[in-house]
Structure formats: structure tokens, C-alpha cells
């Protein structure tokens, strides 16, 4: 697992520090399928049509995952990667490459790597969104190279603090963020000015995409739905638009020894008409009961391949077209 | 415990069921009370200017609690239920009784019984928030006499569902929440014509006050807000007020033997102002930090024993004079 963690540190370096860590993440996955290689696939039944497995050291299981969509052999990795990085078309901001392909490719990069953590390093359990995050990131920006990547926006100061110094809001905001850390929990960065989104690509006709990326939602799915609300409010409505990004929506059953799709499509619904509305959901494993809230028009949910090769394209044409964010 | 926890379920029971559960609280926190007669209060450090304490059994700790408020002998703390249950004034829709009075016999009915599932029965973690929201429901029942109390919201049927059967909604919903049980985490309640918020008084004229209870609220701040926007956007503006309770945002930090309060001041103020403006939060051991943001005027933060001896007639004599909602 050293290996693993060496190149997966690296490429959040490089990534944090704004270059490109595309080859260090083909690096944290080629890692990570060899540290998966001697290792049975072991069925875990089938959800929604689709065949689970999950992998096992000791009493450590893994996540449960596809294997129709996980690549295990490092040399044809490494080929559909290649591939994938070949067909970059910036000018029509996707990946010329069948959908099929892209989805395994970037299915592989975060599972391969998220098994690993589950298996040999179960405690660091936020390290594979952060490595999704990075994944998609990476990924995304070779897609809109005239964007700038950033994780938050920035808001103009709320009326009820103006009167208070700038330095003062800083230091308040530094310390319960570090307060937070410290308890090891998930909190929404406590700056008055600024929502933390993940991902945020600041495009330069003023607009921006905002993509959050989890590798589930849970009960964290109001979390996008509530910062589009506020970005609607704070900088204008229609000058963010949010992508959000997933894995899946799969728990493990071992009392069963299944798995089970967490599903919450009237919550969904009502997010979307209530709350603020998202620019798309796009998962790597769709649930099934999301897919039907795409196909009765309620939001868009689409497998997450779709956005990198087809979707992106479309949703910049239509920002090009639309009065430029900044002039209004 | 069994005597703790046949009395928790008998109260709860009588709760659900719309009848007064007064007396079985009562019941519960005596046996509370009397369970932790025999231990040594450990001081835990001062936090915000604040003593607290903890219980220990063995190796398991209780929560931090405020000593000052923790009433101890049962014979006093029956004294002092008796006190504010006979200060009941239900055409003021307040307890008359002194704030300190109703802030200690509240604060020891909620941890009282919290302290002894912490130590004896560590693994029923959502159980003291269940009896908070029991004690709350039942106390402001008595203040609301003409008003009805339910748990949820039901909102008209969503735009792009009323193409939908409405036995069909109600199949995939309660399907999705045996889920949700079943995997024993917390989610909203995934029905898209109701919205869950603990506690709700619809008031005759046609106003609603929204009574959220958490014992912390950590990173689920964003829920009250969030609810109040979509009640804004479905229901009207300005038909619900929500007023979110809370006991403390308090954690133990065993490492070094003290107490944090784990708070989001820019948080607040940021939701308070983009997503949906609250009516109000009530503390029984008020963070520090946010009695600050009622200060400055940014949100109304308040003991909580403020809410039941005068906010609450406060609000209610402000919504007789505003038009009734029903009318609207």
C-alpha cells in the first residue's frame, strides 16, 4: 500500500498546487490493480439487474463493485487510459470515444483505488472521494483548459457582517475550520464568503460549473441542491450551474451477503422544484430509480461517461450562446 | 435501565399516540435521575467560561454536562417540574416562571436520560434525541392548546409527479424508508408530499411553527434552512416559522480532558441569509459564538427556556395580528 499512498500523495499535490497530476493518478491506479491482482472476485449477488462482487483479505471486505466495468489487468488499463487521454477534444470540450470505454476507464481509476483503502487502510475513509475528486478534476480540466479550477466561490460579504474586519471574519472562520478538522467530521467550511463545492471551473464568459463530487450521497444529498440555492442567491441565478458527480448509491448487506440501492427519489424531486435546481446528476453506477427520474424529465440523471463525452459539450454551447454571466 | 427505558417507551408511545405524555417524562427522568444517584460528577474543564462535567462507568463516558443545570436529587427535581407544569398559562402561551427555574428542570429532563443511554446503553445513539423531541412536543403542547401537532409537513403534489398514481408515489416512498431504517441511518424522510421537521403546531389561524430538535446540530445545520426554503417555495412565504432547538453544540475531547463547542457562526449567517431565514434557535446551553449573531442582529440565538416563558407568546400574538395564512 506504501506505493499506493506515495503516488495517490502526490497527485493530490500536483493538483492542489494547480498542475496537471493526470500521469500520477494512471500511476495510483496502476498501484492499485496490482495490489488486487491475486485476489477472487467474489460474487455478492445482483442489484438492479446489475452483478456485484466484492474482494476480501481476512475479515476486511471490500466495497461491493462491477467487475463488468472494473479492469484488472494493468497492460489493458494502461492501453484505455492512453486511449482515453487521446481522444481529449478541446475545442468540443469532451472525450471522442465511445461511452462504453470512458466509463470503464474512469470506473476503474476510483474503485481500484477506493478497494485498496477499504481493504489495507480502512480507517482513511474520505481518501477515495478526495481521489475521486482529483480524478474528475484532472480529468475535466483537460476538457475546458481556458476554465480556471478552483474548490469554492466566492461570495460577496453578507450584509450582516459588513461592519465587521475583514481580518476578524478570517480568523473566526480559520479557527472553527480547524476545529472541525480536528474532530475528524464533515463540515461545510464555516466562511460566510465562500461555499465550498468540491469542484468549481470558472469559465470565461463569467459562468460558472460548480461539480460536487461524493461516491455516494446519503443523507449529504441536500448538501448540492442547498449550495445551488445559495449561489442563485448570492451571485445571480443562472450564473452557476451544478453538475453533481457520484459513484453509486450500493451498500453492502453481509447479513444477506447482497447488495442494496439507497434510493431517495421523492426527496429528489422535491429538492429540485423546492429548493434550487441542479444542472444534471451523473453517476459512474446509475441507480436504476434516478435513471426514472431522467426519463419522466424531473432532472437530468445520467451515467457519468455521458457528461465527459457528450454533456459538457453541449452545456458549454448552450453558456456561449446565452448573454455573457459577467455582463449581467 | 429497564426501568429508564420501559418508561422512555411508555412516554413515546403515549406521544405517537396524541395523548399527554406529562407524567411518563416525569417517570423517566426520576429513574434517570436515580440511576446516576450513586456517581462521582468528573470535572471536565471550562469551555466559554462554562464548568462541565462528566459520568463515568468502567471505561464508558457520558456526554459533557453542565453541573449548574444537572439537577440531582429526585425529590428536588419533582419540586421543580411540579413548579413549571402549575405556571402553565395556556392564553399567554407561556410557562410564568423564571427562566433559570425552567432552564434546569428542561436541561435534566433531556440529559438526565442522554447521560444514562451514554453509559448503559451506548449503542441506541438517536434514543436521547428521541425523548428531547418527546419533552419539547410535550411541553409546547400544553402552551398550544388549540393548535394540532404533528411530525411532518404535507405539501401539495409536486409538478412533475401529478402524472403519477398517487398509491404508486405512496409504494416507492415507504419502500425507500424501510431502506433507510433498515441501513439504521438517518435520512429525510423520502416522500415528495411531505416534509419531516420533529415537531410541527398548526395554529387555528392557519399559521405553522416548526420546531426542529436536535441535541447538536454539527454538519446537519443545513436541514432547517433547508425545509424552511422548500415550506417557503410550496407553502407560501411566511406561513411556517421554524424555530430550531437544540441542547448544545458541546463534543468531548478525551484527548485532553476538556470540553469544545464545535460552532459555524459563518455558516449560519450565510444560510440565514441565502438559503431561508429561521424564526429563531433556542439552546438549552447556548454556544457562546452564536449568542454573539443574536447580538449583532443576524439571527435570534436564545436560551431555550426564553422560547416557553415568553418568545413563544411573542410569536403567537404577532401572528394573530398578521392576516390569517388560510385567508391568503
Redesign the interface.
Known amino acids: 500500500m506504501k506505493n499506493v499512498k506515495k503516488n495517490f500523495d502526490l497527485a493530490k499535490q500536483q493538483y492542489d498546487d494547480q498542475e496537471s497530476p493526470i500521469d500520477q493518478i494512471s500511476a495510483t491506479v496502476q498501484a492499485s490493480i496490482q495490489k488486487l491482482a491475486h485476489l477472487a472476485q467474489i460474487p455478492y449477488g445482483v442489484c438492479s439487474g446489475k452483478k456485484y462482487c466484492i474482494y476480501k483479505v481476512g475479515r476486511q471486505k471490500s466495497r461491493p463493485f462491477l467487475p463488468k466495468l472494473l479492469i484488472t489487468d494493468p497492460a489493458q488499463f494502461n492501453r484505455s487510459w492512453n486511449e482515453l487521454l487521446q481522444a481529449t477534444n478541446r475545442k468540443q470540450h469532451c472525450f471522442d470515444i465511445d461511452e462504453q470505454t470512458a466509463s470503464r476507464v474512469i470506473y476503474t481509476c476510483v474503485m481500484a483505488f477506493a478497494i485498496c483503502y477499504d481493504l489495507w487502510k480502512p480507517k482513511s475513509r474520505k481518501t477515495p472521494g478526495t481521489f475521486f475528486e482529483v480524478i474528475l478534476g484532472a480529468l475535466i480540466s483537460l476538457l475546458l483548459p481556458e476554465a480556471t479550477r478552483t474548490k469554492y466561490v466566492t461570495?460577496p460579504p453578507?450584509?450582516?457582517?459588513k461592519?465587521l474586519v475583514a481580518s476578524e471574519?478570517s480568523e473566526?472562520?480559520l479557527e472553527?475550520e480547524q476545529?472541525?478538522l480536528q474532530?475528524g467530521?464533515?463540515?461545510?467550511?464555516?466562511?460566510?464568503?465562500t461555499?465550498s463545492t468540491d469542484i468549481v471551473f470558472n469559465l470565461p464568459s463569467g459562468y460558472g460549473i460548480v461539480i460536487p463530487a461524493k461516491i455516494t450521497t446519503?443523507?449529504r444529498?441536500?448538501?448540492p441542491?442547498?449550495h445551488q440555492?445559495?449561489l442563485d442567491?448570492?451571485m445571480g441565478m443562472g450564473r452557476y450551474i451544478s453538475l453533481l458527480t457520484c459513484v453509486s448509491e450500493t451498500?453492502r448487506d453481509d447479513k444477506t451477503k447482497s447488495v442494496?440501492e439507497?434510493?431517495?427519489?421523492?426527496?429528489i424531486?422535491?429538492?429540485?422544484?423546492?429548493?434550487a435546481k441542479l444542472g444534471g446528476i451523473y453517476y459512474l453506477d446509475p441507480p436504476k430509480?434516478y435513471l426514472s427520474l431522467d426519463e419522466?424529465?424531473?432532472i437530468v440523471v445520467k451515467p457519468l461517461a455521458h457528461l465527459v463525452t457528450k454533456g459538457l459539450n453541449t452545456l458549454v454551447r448552450k453558456l456561449q450562446k446565452t448573454p455573457s454571466a459577467r455582463a449581467n
Open positions: 461570495l453578507p450584509k450582516s457582517r461592519n471574519v473566526i472562520v472553527q476545529e472541525a474532530a467530521e464533515e463540515y461545510a467550511s464555516d466562511d460566510a464568503r461555499v446519503r443523507e444529498i441536500v448538501q441542491f442547498a440555492r445559495i442567491s448570492a451498500q442494496k439507497i434510493c431517495v427519489p421523492g426527496t424531486t422535491l429538492f429540485q422544484e423546492h429548493l430509480r419522466d424529465k424531473t
